[in-house]
């Protein structure tokens, strides 16, 4: 487990375990809380979205779920725990309810927000911490699909889950889930899909089968 970083319940008391932002003593807040979060991010950029120069590069989106602004100078974003001030912010100010976006590009020469690091296509660390390096919010995650991103779902406040781009704006509906409860033998994959699955139970006939996406829609059923 990384320093400063703990493993407890999300839900609190019910859901499995994850890693979380400490809350000794207190409850399980999958480390979102009023202020500023990592909302969104992309590590294999081919044609979402261009910097100011033009280039499609890695990126991380930040949203201030608070009710107020929040001055984001001397706090640090990075890929290494053992590194967490790799880059700075200058003084620059994320409104209440509002979204910044951060290049993750080794842009060392580059005006604006361009850290010094890209993230891992193979999978990456993001910390987010104040200026006293504490941790205010840290993402895992594993390879993601070109163009594609992995965000909070619901906006702002949700655990992480698979997406299509919304750069700079509200998170939509999540593509996939890394949690699943359900028979033992059951297989459901690819996981991301985009536009098949298989499902495979071999214990089990089918009377009926019905596909819901994760906000309680049926998207499938036969």
């Not at 207190?26 to 950029?45: A, C, F, H, K, M």
Request: overall charge negative; some cysteine.
């Amino acid at each position: 487990v990384p320093d400063d970083i703990a493993i407890g319940r999300f839900p609190n008391g019910s859901g499995p375990f994850s890693l979380l932002i400490p809350t000794h003593d207190n409850l399980n807040t999958n480390s979102v809380q009023p202020g500023v979060v990592i909302n969104e991010y992309q590590s294999d950029n081919f044609s979402t979205a261009a910097d100011q120069w033009g280039g499609f590069d890695d990126w991380i989106e930040i949203y201030n779920n608070s009710n107020s602004p929040i001055n984001l100078e001397g706090y640090f974003l990075s890929d290494r725990i053992s590194e967490p001030t790799q880059f700075e912010f200058p003084d620059t100010t994320i409104m209440p309810n509002d979204y910044m976006i951060i290049w993750c590009d080794q842009g060392l020469f580059e005006p604006g927000l361009h850290t010094f690091f890209k993230l891992g296509c193979g999978g990456d660390d993001i910390l987010f911490s104040d200026p006293d390096t504490l941790t205010i919010d840290y993402v895992r995650f594993g390879i993601i699909t070109s163009d594609q991103t992995e965000g909070r779902f619901a906006n702002g406040l949700g655990p992480i889950s698979c997406m299509e781009p919304s750069h700079g704006g509200n998170n939509g509906d999540p593509l996939s889930t890394e949690s699943f409860e359900g028979f033992e033998t059951l297989e459901i994959f690819p996981n991301p899909s985009s536009g098949f699955i298989t499902i495979n139970n071999p214990d089990l006939d089918f009377g009926s089968l019905r596909v819901y996406n994760l906000v309680g829609s049926i998207v499938f059923q036969k």
